[in-house]
């Protein structure tokens, strides 16, 4: 009996002593890891809400860039680093891609990480070269029949958000752009802006401005809605392909364990900062759209994205 009251004793103390920990957190600088460069539109949404984050938690909340693999080297990261909040991923669409493409990766994506919000969703813009000749989705569909294999679009590397936003496109469309990889979405719009290929699936903050210029011509929006940054333009679901949404997204993910109240209060404050000019005004600015939601919210779109893209990765016959 005194054996039991002590551990009874013992299991008290350690619960009291994580609801403290959990209730104190953060009580020292978080790392948010990021898996794409410095200057690169996920890395500048990134830092603007860890600004954001420390104000509103009272701690620095520091972006580490951990390149390379599509993300991959940056998640496993995350998911094998201690469960007590201080480490998080900034999660993106080249996740759920990763998850639906490569079948051997060293992490699982819903097994050792939990999300925490969705803070912005990025949607793409259909943009061609003036040489093609089309002013609208419907006619670059009817051109590309005219010329199976004609037509090539370039995209951010395999398995990119930029990538699949083509490759469902010609899944749903029933026809065959040609893909060229690029080693990121700047040279593909540079040798699309050459006219070296004809369509590009582009972050709208890497193609407005050509677009302004007369330099290339938007077609379509890739989100299920149209996008604040050219509120005139068409979606694809709009232009003849009901149902297409291809828009990027970037959320925060936590490794699997960190206890739930931290999750909850990581949660309430990343619903709290997009809301804020801070946040909101900066993302805007680079053709994203504010979206957030609960844990569980964001669970629900990840598994949704996951399996449009297995879907979009079997009708296409991409392997990695």
Not at 241 to 253: E, I, N, Q, R, V
Request: proline content about 6%; aromatic content about 6%.
């Amino acid at each position: 009996m005194p054996h039991r009251t002590g551990f009874a004793v013992l299991f008290a103390l350690v619960a009291l002593l994580g609801a403290a920990t959990a209730q104190d957190y953060p009580t020292r600088p978080v790392r948010v890891v990021v898996g794409f460069g410095p200057g690169a539109s996920g890395d500048i949404a990134a830092r603007v809400l860890a600004q954001k984050l420390g104000q509103i938690l009272g701690q620095q909340f520091i972006v580490e860039n951990r390149t390379g693999a599509a993300s991959n080297i940056a998640t496993n990261y995350v998911a094998k680093a201690p469960k007590d909040g201080y480490t998080l991923l900034q999660a993106t669409v080249a996740n759920t891609i990763s998850a639906a493409l490569t079948p051997n990766l060293p992490y699982d994506l819903i097994k050792d990480l939990v999300p925490v919000s969705l803070f912005a969703t990025v949607p793409n813009l259909v943009v061609v070269h003036p040489s093609v000749g089309v002013r609208s989705i419907a006619a670059l569909i009817q051109l590309a029949r005219e010329k199976p294999d004609g037509l090539a679009f370039g995209s951010a590397g395999v398995g990119s958000g930029s990538h699949f936003s083509g490759e469902l496109f010609n899944v749903m469309a029933g026809i065959k752009l040609v893909h060229v990889p690029y080693p990121g979405t700047a040279q593909a719009v540079n040798d699309l802006l050459a006219g070296r290929v004809q369509v590009v699936f582009s972050p709208a903050s890497s193609a407005l401005q050509f677009v302004e210029e007369g330099r290339l011509i938007a077609l379509a929006s890739t989100g299920a809605k149209r996008t604040s940054v050219a509120p005139d333009l068409p979606t694809v679901s709009e232009s003849g392909l009901p149902g297409y949404d291809t828009s990027g997204w970037f959320g925060l993910m936590a490794p699997a364990g960190v206890p739930r109240d931290i999750i909850e209060r990581l949660g309430n404050a990343t619903q709290e900062a997009v809301k804020t000019r801070d946040v909101y005004g900066p993302l805007r600015q680079q053709g994203m759209e504010v979206e957030t939601g609960t844990s569980e919210e964001f669970a629900a779109y990840i598994a949704a994205d996951m399996a449009k893209w297995a879907r979009t990765a079997a009708g296409a016959g991409v392997r990695r």
